[in-house]
């Protein structure tokens, strides 16, 4: 019987068996992909779900001495909420609380205090006003003033610019980022500028005069003056922070259509203490709901709200940091209200619980 005869793989054998090869490592290929993708979306919607706890709070700076908010703000009669949710929103459990350098006298203090004023057009010798204030005066172009505090740095600065009854015929007022750039500008040379406030958020505003004193203006065209206010750059680019008047910066100046450039900033004023940002330690706070309940038990600080108004609606509440522009130890956090009518209102944040047992000092990690 003959055997039988073996033939050998042709080359359109080699060539389907190639294909073969292709087709199913090809899906093979997606099958994996789409499994890691899969993999990956399921491991990270488990840490979405599951988020690793935070570390307790150090509580590192001890007891904090309490906030010190102005002895005097609107009253309100009635608070209502009415967020986007109808609810109060869930924010962080706890927050760093930093540490404030406390400012002294220099050498130096004085003349720089001089470089301030020649800055903002005064060139005299001042008058000693207090232990650690100095007023600058002039009469031309028109009467002013200018107090510094050579320890806080805090200034303030205006212009008579009312003695003159054909001043306000002036109208040219500087194009908004002119005036932006103009006061920055101006703190640079004076030796004022900050790293938190190189470029960080300016609002413009404008305003018409009412005989002495200035009220808010629809428009440009019915503007007699334009104001710009800077504030501090939000901490980790989320936590702004507030003052005693929500609606002023750090620094607030305001400008005429005074084509003199000593009548050009009929006013200005800058607050500004530092702030170690390397220096903090974590502190538990209360809750958003108990710290609306203590805005409507009146032990909260309205900071402002338009006149007249007496019942509050609140659209918005967050965390943010408290500035007091009085000196403080600690830059602490607080819980903002705001609404309508310009409402705006601070509760202490930190958690009077957790302030009582606090750990000591040498439990600190972030010194």
Known sequence: MASAKKTSPTLSDAAYGGRLFIKFGAIALVVLMIGRVVLNMSVNLYKFLNPPKAPPPTYGFGTLPPLEFPSTGPTIASYTLQTKTGMLPKLQTQLPVY??????????????????????????????????TYRWKRNSPLPATLDIDIVSKHLTMKVDWASDPGFLSQKSLPPQQSAITQVRETLQEAGLSAIDMATSEAKISFLRASSTSYIPAVSLSEADFIQVNIWRSPIRETYSLVRPDPLQGNAH??????????????????????????????????APQTAWQTLQAGKGFVAHIDAGVQQATVRNVYLAYYESDTPQRYLQPVYVFVGDQNFFAYVPAV??????????PSQSSNR
């Open 351 to 360: 958690a009077v619980s957790a302030v009582s047992v606090a750990a000591p």
């Open 253 to 286: 100046f305001i400008f005429s259509g005074s084509r003199d450039t000593n009548s050009s900033i009929v006013q200005a004023d800058f607050t500004y203490a530092p702030i170690d940002y390397e220096r903090f330690e974590t502190y538990g706070l209360i």
């Open 99 to 132: 540490f404030m350098p406390k400012q002294t006298i220099g050498v130096l203090s004085l003349d720089e205090a001089k470089k301030q004023a020649v800055a903002l057009g005064f060139a005299f010798a001042p008058e000693q006003t207090s232990t650690t």
